[in-house]
Protein backbone atom coordinates (compact mmCIF):
# COMPACT_ATOMS: atom_id res chain seq x y z
CA UNK A 1 0.00 0.00 0.00
CA UNK A 2 1.35 3.48 -1.05
CA UNK A 3 0.99 5.61 2.07
CA UNK A 4 1.52 9.18 0.50
CA UNK A 5 0.77 11.11 -2.98
CA UNK A 6 3.61 12.83 -4.88
CA UNK A 7 2.26 15.93 -7.03
CA UNK A 8 5.24 16.96 -9.12
CA UNK A 9 2.95 19.44 -11.18
CA UNK A 10 4.26 22.36 -9.48
CA UNK A 11 7.88 21.64 -11.03
CA UNK A 12 6.69 21.47 -14.47
CA UNK A 13 7.69 24.45 -15.71
CA UNK A 14 11.15 24.67 -14.55
CA UNK A 15 11.57 20.52 -15.33
CA UNK A 16 9.82 19.61 -18.95
CA UNK A 17 8.57 16.18 -18.81
CA UNK A 18 11.64 15.10 -21.35
CA UNK A 19 13.97 15.77 -18.64
CA UNK A 20 12.33 14.27 -16.19
CA UNK A 21 11.66 11.12 -17.82
CA UNK A 22 15.64 11.16 -18.59
CA UNK A 23 16.48 11.26 -14.61
CA UNK A 24 13.53 8.67 -13.90
CA UNK A 25 15.16 6.00 -16.00
CA UNK A 26 18.55 7.04 -13.86
CA UNK A 27 16.74 7.10 -10.47
CA UNK A 28 15.52 3.68 -11.47
CA UNK A 29 19.14 2.69 -12.43
CA UNK A 30 19.94 3.98 -9.19
CA UNK A 31 17.67 1.94 -7.38
CA UNK A 32 18.91 -1.38 -9.27
CA UNK A 33 22.40 -0.69 -7.89
CA UNK A 34 21.20 0.01 -4.54
CA UNK A 35 18.62 -3.43 -3.86
CA UNK A 36 21.52 -4.93 -6.04
CA UNK A 37 23.92 -4.02 -2.50
CA UNK A 38 26.86 -3.88 -5.39
CA UNK A 39 27.19 0.31 -4.50
CA UNK A 40 29.59 2.21 -2.45
CA UNK A 41 28.45 1.69 1.18
CA UNK A 42 27.02 -1.49 0.60
CA UNK A 43 27.86 -2.61 3.97
CA UNK A 44 25.57 -0.41 5.51
CA UNK A 45 22.57 -1.17 3.47
CA UNK A 46 21.01 -2.98 6.48
CA UNK A 47 18.02 -0.69 7.12
CA UNK A 48 16.80 -1.77 3.36
CA UNK A 49 15.10 -4.67 5.34
CA UNK A 50 14.44 -3.53 8.70
CA UNK A 51 10.91 -3.65 8.41
CA UNK A 52 11.03 -7.23 7.50
CA UNK A 53 13.69 -7.66 10.32
CA UNK A 54 11.64 -6.50 12.87
CA UNK A 55 9.40 -9.66 13.73
CA UNK A 56 6.97 -9.52 16.54
CA UNK A 57 9.10 -11.58 18.41
CA UNK A 58 11.55 -8.47 18.17
CA UNK A 59 8.62 -5.97 18.92
CA UNK A 60 7.42 -8.30 21.30
CA UNK A 61 10.61 -7.43 23.59
CA UNK A 62 10.97 -4.22 22.57
CA UNK A 63 7.65 -3.57 24.30
CA UNK A 64 8.36 -6.06 27.05
CA UNK A 65 11.19 -4.18 28.28
CA UNK A 66 9.41 -0.57 27.62
CA UNK A 67 6.40 -1.85 29.92
CA UNK A 68 9.32 -2.27 32.79
CA UNK A 69 10.33 0.85 31.99
CA UNK A 70 7.53 2.44 32.41
CA UNK A 71 6.40 0.89 36.17
CA UNK A 72 6.41 3.30 38.66
CA UNK A 73 8.93 5.74 36.58
CA UNK A 74 7.64 9.13 35.63
CA UNK A 75 10.56 10.60 33.30
CA UNK A 76 13.45 8.40 30.41
CA UNK A 77 16.02 10.08 29.59
CA UNK A 78 17.19 9.26 25.82
CA UNK A 79 21.01 9.53 25.47
CA UNK A 80 22.14 9.94 21.76
CA UNK A 81 22.95 12.07 19.16
CA UNK A 82 22.11 12.30 15.42
CA UNK A 83 20.36 9.31 14.49
CA UNK A 84 20.82 8.17 17.48
CA UNK A 85 17.76 10.47 18.82
CA UNK A 86 16.45 12.12 15.96
CA UNK A 87 14.43 9.28 14.37
CA UNK A 88 12.36 8.58 17.66
CA UNK A 89 12.33 12.73 18.33
CA UNK A 90 10.80 13.24 15.37
CA UNK A 91 7.94 10.14 16.00
CA UNK A 92 7.55 11.38 19.33
CA UNK A 93 6.67 14.97 18.45
CA UNK A 94 4.69 13.88 15.62
CA UNK A 95 2.49 11.65 17.62
CA UNK A 96 2.41 13.27 21.00
CA UNK A 97 -0.05 16.01 22.68
CA UNK A 98 1.11 19.23 21.38
CA UNK A 99 1.08 20.23 25.06
CA UNK A 100 2.21 16.80 26.82
CA UNK A 101 4.28 18.36 29.45
CA UNK A 102 1.30 20.04 31.07
CA UNK A 103 -1.20 16.99 30.90
CA UNK A 104 -2.03 16.73 34.92
CA UNK A 105 -1.90 12.52 34.32
CA UNK A 106 0.01 10.54 31.84
CA UNK A 107 -0.16 6.88 31.41
CA UNK A 108 3.64 6.56 29.71
CA UNK A 109 6.32 8.48 31.21
CA UNK A 110 7.57 11.13 29.63
CA UNK A 111 10.28 11.18 27.61
CA UNK A 112 13.53 14.04 27.99
CA UNK A 113 16.32 13.50 25.61
CA UNK A 114 20.36 14.49 26.50
CA UNK A 115 23.59 14.03 24.84
CA UNK A 116 22.62 16.01 21.97
CA UNK A 117 24.40 18.94 22.74
CA UNK A 118 27.14 19.40 25.68
CA UNK A 119 25.83 22.74 27.26
CA UNK A 120 26.41 22.97 30.74
CA UNK A 121 23.10 24.83 31.35
CA UNK A 122 20.79 22.02 29.72
CA UNK A 123 22.32 19.38 31.03
CA UNK A 124 22.51 20.62 34.77
CA UNK A 125 19.02 21.59 34.17
CA UNK A 126 17.95 18.26 33.19
CA UNK A 127 19.90 16.77 36.55
CA UNK A 128 17.93 19.61 38.54
CA UNK A 129 14.55 17.81 37.07
CA UNK A 130 15.52 14.23 37.91
CA UNK A 131 16.50 14.61 41.41
CA UNK A 132 12.34 15.25 42.02
CA UNK A 133 11.03 12.44 39.49
CA UNK A 134 11.62 8.87 39.04
CA UNK A 135 13.44 8.06 36.13
CA UNK A 136 14.89 5.90 34.21
CA UNK A 137 17.48 6.00 31.14
CA UNK A 138 18.06 4.60 27.31
CA UNK A 139 21.55 5.12 26.32
CA UNK A 140 22.64 4.94 22.54
CA UNK A 141 25.34 4.57 21.18
CA UNK A 142 27.19 2.52 18.99
CA UNK A 143 30.95 3.18 20.46
CA UNK A 144 30.52 4.19 23.51
CA UNK A 145 32.81 7.04 23.33
CA UNK A 146 31.11 9.71 21.29
CA UNK A 147 31.72 12.58 22.93
CA UNK A 148 28.62 13.97 23.61
CA UNK A 149 26.05 11.31 24.57
CA UNK A 150 29.28 9.59 26.44
CA UNK A 151 29.33 12.87 28.93
CA UNK A 152 25.51 12.70 29.16
CA UNK A 153 26.00 8.88 30.42
CA UNK A 154 28.72 9.51 33.01
CA UNK A 155 26.10 12.72 34.51
CA UNK A 156 23.22 10.41 34.21
CA UNK A 157 24.88 7.35 35.71
CA UNK A 158 26.23 9.57 38.57
CA UNK A 159 22.96 10.82 39.19
CA UNK A 160 20.98 7.50 38.73
CA UNK A 161 23.63 5.46 41.56
CA UNK A 162 23.48 8.64 44.08
CA UNK A 163 20.27 8.68 44.00
CA UNK A 164 19.04 4.60 43.52
CA UNK A 165 22.21 2.88 44.23
CA UNK A 166 24.16 0.96 41.90
CA UNK A 167 21.79 -2.09 41.69
CA UNK A 168 18.74 0.46 41.43
CA UNK A 169 20.50 2.03 38.80
CA UNK A 170 21.39 -1.40 36.76
CA UNK A 171 17.25 -1.56 36.85
CA UNK A 172 17.06 1.60 35.83
CA UNK A 173 19.31 2.09 32.32
CA UNK A 174 19.21 0.39 29.00
CA UNK A 175 22.01 0.07 26.20
CA UNK A 176 21.45 0.83 22.61
CA UNK A 177 24.91 -0.68 21.63
CA UNK A 178 27.28 -3.39 19.79
CA UNK A 179 26.72 -5.95 19.74
CA UNK A 180 30.08 -7.76 20.55
CA UNK A 181 32.37 -4.65 21.12
CA UNK A 182 32.82 -0.63 22.33
CA UNK A 183 32.94 0.94 25.51
CA UNK A 184 29.06 1.00 25.90
CA UNK A 185 28.66 -2.61 25.55
CA UNK A 186 31.94 -3.89 28.03
CA UNK A 187 29.92 -1.35 30.64
CA UNK A 188 26.95 -3.09 30.27
CA UNK A 189 28.57 -6.31 30.83
CA UNK A 190 30.30 -5.16 33.85
CA UNK A 191 27.05 -3.26 35.40
CA UNK A 192 24.33 -5.51 34.31
CA UNK A 193 22.29 -3.48 32.25
CA UNK A 194 19.44 -4.30 29.66
CA UNK A 195 20.61 -4.26 25.86
CA UNK A 196 19.55 -4.04 22.42
CA UNK A 197 21.89 -4.32 19.31
CA UNK A 198 22.30 -1.39 16.70
CA UNK A 199 22.87 -3.95 13.37
CA UNK A 200 26.32 -3.55 12.28
CA UNK A 201 25.16 -2.81 8.81
CA UNK A 202 22.58 0.60 10.23
CA UNK A 203 24.07 3.23 10.17
CA UNK A 204 22.79 6.29 12.62
CA UNK A 205 20.78 7.88 10.46
CA UNK A 206 18.78 5.27 9.08
CA UNK A 207 18.27 2.92 12.63
CA UNK A 208 14.54 4.31 13.54
CA UNK A 209 13.47 1.08 12.67
CA UNK A 210 16.21 -0.69 15.03
CA UNK A 211 15.76 -0.53 18.93
CA UNK A 212 17.30 3.06 19.18
CA UNK A 213 13.84 4.22 17.29
CA UNK A 214 11.59 1.63 18.42
CA UNK A 215 12.46 1.48 22.74
CA UNK A 216 11.53 5.12 23.05
CA UNK A 217 8.99 4.99 21.25
CA UNK A 218 7.14 2.23 22.66
CA UNK A 219 7.96 3.41 26.27
CA UNK A 220 5.92 6.51 24.93
CA UNK A 221 2.91 4.29 24.90
CA UNK A 222 2.88 4.66 20.61
CA UNK A 223 2.38 1.41 18.48
CA UNK A 224 5.62 0.26 16.85
CA UNK A 225 3.25 -2.66 15.29
CA UNK A 226 1.76 0.03 13.15
CA UNK A 227 5.04 1.99 12.64
CA UNK A 228 6.81 -1.84 10.88
CA UNK A 229 4.02 -2.02 9.28
CA UNK A 230 3.61 1.11 7.72
CA UNK A 231 7.78 1.34 6.69
CA UNK A 232 7.10 -2.54 5.59
CA UNK A 233 4.05 -1.48 2.94
CA UNK A 234 6.44 1.39 1.81
CA UNK A 235 9.63 -0.92 1.70
CA UNK A 236 7.54 -3.12 -0.76
CA UNK A 237 6.09 -0.41 -2.89
CA UNK A 238 9.30 1.39 -2.97
CA UNK A 239 11.44 -1.22 -4.15
CA UNK A 240 8.96 -1.16 -7.93
CA UNK A 241 12.11 -0.64 -11.15
CA UNK A 242 9.66 1.54 -12.51
CA UNK A 243 8.76 5.76 -12.37
CA UNK A 244 5.54 4.69 -10.64
CA UNK A 245 7.94 4.68 -7.82
CA UNK A 246 7.48 7.63 -5.70
CA UNK A 247 10.95 7.32 -4.77
CA UNK A 248 12.38 7.33 -8.03
CA UNK A 249 9.68 10.42 -8.35
CA UNK A 250 11.25 12.29 -5.51
CA UNK A 251 15.02 11.41 -6.46
CA UNK A 252 14.66 11.94 -10.13
CA UNK A 253 13.13 15.76 -9.80
CA UNK A 254 15.44 16.94 -7.25
CA UNK A 255 18.82 16.04 -9.01
CA UNK A 256 17.03 17.33 -12.00
CA UNK A 257 16.67 20.42 -10.24
CA UNK A 258 20.04 20.28 -8.55
CA UNK A 259 22.09 19.79 -11.83
CA UNK A 260 20.18 23.57 -13.39
CA UNK A 261 21.63 25.38 -9.77
CA UNK A 262 18.98 24.76 -7.70
CA UNK A 263 21.33 24.35 -4.74
CA UNK A 264 19.15 24.29 -1.62
CA UNK A 265 15.99 22.50 -0.90
CA UNK A 266 13.71 23.57 1.79
CA UNK A 267 11.43 21.13 3.67
CA UNK A 268 8.32 23.05 4.23
CA UNK A 269 5.17 21.32 6.75
CA UNK A 270 2.35 23.37 8.09
CA UNK A 271 1.76 21.33 10.69
CA UNK A 272 4.30 21.86 14.07
CA UNK A 273 4.31 18.24 14.85
CA UNK A 274 6.26 17.80 12.08
CA UNK A 275 9.37 20.36 12.77
CA UNK A 276 11.17 17.16 14.04
CA UNK A 277 10.56 14.98 10.81
CA UNK A 278 12.11 17.95 9.55
CA UNK A 279 15.36 17.98 11.63
CA UNK A 280 15.79 14.14 10.90
CA UNK A 281 15.58 14.54 7.03
CA UNK A 282 17.96 17.40 7.28
CA UNK A 283 20.44 14.75 8.57
CA UNK A 284 19.48 12.40 6.56
CA UNK A 285 20.11 14.22 3.63
CA UNK A 286 22.72 16.36 4.55
CA UNK A 287 24.88 13.72 6.25
CA UNK A 288 24.31 11.04 3.26
CA UNK A 289 24.63 13.79 0.55
CA UNK A 290 26.98 16.51 1.44
CA UNK A 291 30.27 14.95 0.04
CA UNK A 292 32.94 15.44 -2.43
CA UNK A 293 31.83 19.43 -2.87
CA UNK A 294 28.59 17.92 -4.23
CA UNK A 295 24.97 18.17 -2.60
CA UNK A 296 21.50 19.56 -1.78
CA UNK A 297 21.77 21.94 1.05
CA UNK A 298 18.89 20.75 3.03
CA UNK A 299 17.04 23.28 5.06
CA UNK A 300 13.71 23.43 6.74
CA UNK A 301 11.07 26.32 8.18
CA UNK A 302 7.55 25.93 9.53
CA UNK A 303 4.93 27.43 8.21
CA UNK A 304 2.40 29.41 8.51
CA UNK A 305 4.70 30.56 11.15
CA UNK A 306 8.24 31.35 9.08
CA UNK A 307 6.53 32.73 6.12
CA UNK A 308 6.49 36.09 8.57
CA UNK A 309 10.02 35.44 9.03
CA UNK A 310 11.86 33.69 5.56
CA UNK A 311 8.87 34.35 3.49
CA UNK A 312 10.60 37.50 1.96
CA UNK A 313 13.38 35.52 0.95
CA UNK A 314 11.51 32.80 -0.51
CA UNK A 315 9.55 34.71 -2.29
CA UNK A 316 11.95 37.28 -3.86
CA UNK A 317 15.72 35.76 -3.07
CA UNK A 318 18.11 34.17 -5.12
CA UNK A 319 16.74 31.86 -7.24
CA UNK A 320 19.20 28.80 -6.13
CA UNK A 321 16.16 26.71 -4.12
CA UNK A 322 13.29 24.57 -4.29
CA UNK A 323 10.43 23.74 -1.72
CA UNK A 324 9.65 20.45 -0.88
CA UNK A 325 5.86 20.62 0.85
CA UNK A 326 5.00 18.04 3.34
CA UNK A 327 1.27 17.88 4.04
CA UNK A 328 -1.03 16.05 5.97
CA UNK A 329 -4.28 15.80 4.76
CA UNK A 330 -6.80 15.19 7.63
CA UNK A 331 -6.09 16.71 11.55
CA UNK A 332 -7.45 15.02 13.65
CA UNK A 333 -9.15 17.76 15.84
CA UNK A 334 -11.74 19.78 14.51
CA UNK A 335 -12.12 23.65 15.67
CA UNK A 336 -14.26 26.09 13.96
CA UNK A 337 -13.51 29.53 13.99
CA UNK A 338 -16.17 31.71 16.13
CA UNK A 339 -18.41 34.74 14.59
CA UNK A 340 -17.70 38.03 16.57
CA UNK A 341 -20.56 40.59 16.79
CA UNK A 342 -18.03 43.71 16.43
CA UNK A 343 -15.23 42.32 14.26
CA UNK A 344 -12.77 44.46 14.61
CA UNK A 345 -10.35 42.24 13.58
CA UNK A 346 -12.43 42.10 10.24
CA UNK A 347 -12.74 38.19 9.78
CA UNK A 348 -16.14 37.53 9.94
CA UNK A 349 -16.13 36.00 6.56
CA UNK A 350 -14.08 33.27 8.18
CA UNK A 351 -16.64 32.52 10.84
CA UNK A 352 -17.98 28.82 10.93
CA UNK A 353 -14.74 27.61 8.82
CA UNK A 354 -12.28 24.87 9.99
CA UNK A 355 -8.53 26.32 10.89
CA UNK A 356 -7.59 23.12 8.46
CA UNK A 357 -9.22 25.02 5.88
CA UNK A 358 -7.59 28.47 6.65
CA UNK A 359 -4.19 26.55 6.71
CA UNK A 360 -4.64 24.45 3.26
CA UNK A 361 -5.40 27.81 1.68
CA UNK A 362 -2.84 29.41 3.40
CA UNK A 363 -0.57 26.55 1.93
CA UNK A 364 -2.32 26.78 -1.45
CA UNK A 365 -1.40 30.44 -1.69
CA UNK A 366 1.63 29.83 -0.74
CA UNK A 367 2.90 27.38 -3.34
CA UNK A 368 1.26 29.44 -6.21
CA UNK A 369 3.05 32.42 -5.01
CA UNK A 370 6.26 30.93 -4.37
CA UNK A 371 5.65 29.37 -7.90
CA UNK A 372 5.03 32.59 -9.57
CA UNK A 373 8.62 34.36 -8.04
CA UNK A 374 10.14 31.12 -9.26
CA UNK A 375 10.52 28.61 -6.47
CA UNK A 376 9.40 25.22 -7.78
CA UNK A 377 7.20 23.19 -5.43
CA UNK A 378 7.42 19.73 -4.90
CA UNK A 379 4.21 18.21 -3.20
CA UNK A 380 4.05 15.05 -0.76
CA UNK A 381 0.84 14.42 1.49
CA UNK A 382 0.24 11.57 3.68
CA UNK A 383 -3.68 10.86 4.90
CA UNK A 384 -3.42 11.65 8.89
CA UNK A 385 -0.83 11.87 11.47
CA UNK A 386 -0.73 8.33 12.87
CA UNK A 387 2.18 5.37 13.31
CA UNK A 388 1.18 3.32 10.46
CA UNK A 389 1.42 6.49 7.86
CA UNK A 390 4.73 8.01 9.84
CA UNK A 391 6.54 4.83 9.47
CA UNK A 392 5.78 4.99 5.82
CA UNK A 393 6.82 8.33 5.40
CA UNK A 394 9.96 8.03 7.01
CA UNK A 395 10.87 4.74 4.85
CA UNK A 396 10.16 6.77 1.72
CA UNK A 397 12.96 9.41 2.91
CA UNK A 398 15.43 6.41 3.26
CA UNK A 399 15.00 4.81 0.17
CA UNK A 400 14.67 8.21 -2.07
CA UNK A 401 17.83 8.98 0.20
CA UNK A 402 19.75 6.37 -0.95
CA UNK A 403 18.89 6.39 -4.82
CA UNK A 404 19.46 10.26 -4.47
CA UNK A 405 22.99 9.90 -3.72
CA UNK A 406 23.84 6.92 -5.90
CA UNK A 407 22.60 9.57 -8.52
CA UNK A 408 24.97 12.18 -7.49
CA UNK A 409 27.54 10.19 -7.41
CA UNK A 410 28.43 9.53 -3.91
CA UNK A 411 28.83 7.24 -1.07
CA UNK A 412 25.59 8.51 0.63
CA UNK A 413 26.27 5.54 4.21
CA UNK A 414 29.43 6.96 4.94
CA UNK A 415 30.25 9.83 6.68
CA UNK A 416 33.61 11.11 6.24
CA UNK A 417 33.04 14.78 6.92
CA UNK A 418 32.20 14.70 10.44
CA UNK A 419 35.75 13.42 11.44
CA UNK A 420 37.73 16.77 11.21
CA UNK A 421 35.62 18.85 14.40
CA UNK A 422 35.92 16.13 16.39
CA UNK A 423 39.60 15.66 15.73
CA UNK A 424 40.10 19.87 16.45
CA UNK A 425 38.14 19.53 19.93
CA UNK A 426 40.26 16.71 21.46
CA UNK A 427 43.79 18.42 20.69
CA UNK A 428 41.72 21.52 21.74
CA UNK A 429 41.13 19.65 25.06
CA UNK A 430 44.16 18.13 26.07
CA UNK A 431 43.64 15.14 24.81
CA UNK A 432 46.57 12.40 24.91
CA UNK A 433 48.02 12.08 21.36
CA UNK A 434 46.66 15.60 20.46
CA UNK A 435 49.33 17.85 21.53
CA UNK A 436 51.07 18.81 18.50
CA UNK A 437 47.69 19.92 16.77
CA UNK A 438 46.43 21.47 19.77
CA UNK A 439 49.61 23.12 19.85
CA UNK A 440 49.08 24.42 15.94
CA UNK A 441 45.99 25.12 16.53
CA UNK A 442 45.92 27.47 19.50
CA UNK A 443 48.42 29.77 17.42
CA UNK A 444 45.32 30.10 15.26
CA UNK A 445 42.65 31.48 17.95
Known sequence: MNSIKIDLRSTASFVDAETLDAWRGKAVQALIKLESRKGEGNDFLGWIDLPAACTETVRDDLKNVAGKLSQGIELVVVIGIGGSYLGAK??????????????????????????QNISEDYHAELLEVLKNHSAACIVISKSGTTTEPAIAFRLIKQHFEEKY????????????????????????GQEGYSTFVIPDDVGGRFSVFTPV???????????????????????????????????????????ALYVQGRKIEVLVNYNP???????????????????????????????????????????????????????????????TIPHDEQNLDQLNFLAGKRLCECNKMAELGTLLAHVDGGVPNIHIEIPTLDEYHLGGLLYFFEKACGVSGYMLGVNPFDQPGVEAYKKNMFALLNKPGFEEQGEALRKRI
Open 213 to 255: GLLPIAVAGFDIDALIKGAADMAHYTAKKDCTNPAVQYAAVRN
Open 273 to 335: KLHYVTEWWKQLYGESEGKAHKGLFPAGVDFTSDLHSMGQYLQEGERHLFETVLSVAQEKHTL
Open 165 to 188: GKAGAKNRIVAITDAARGALRVLA
Open 90 to 115: AVLDALSHSFNTLLPQRKHPLLLFAG
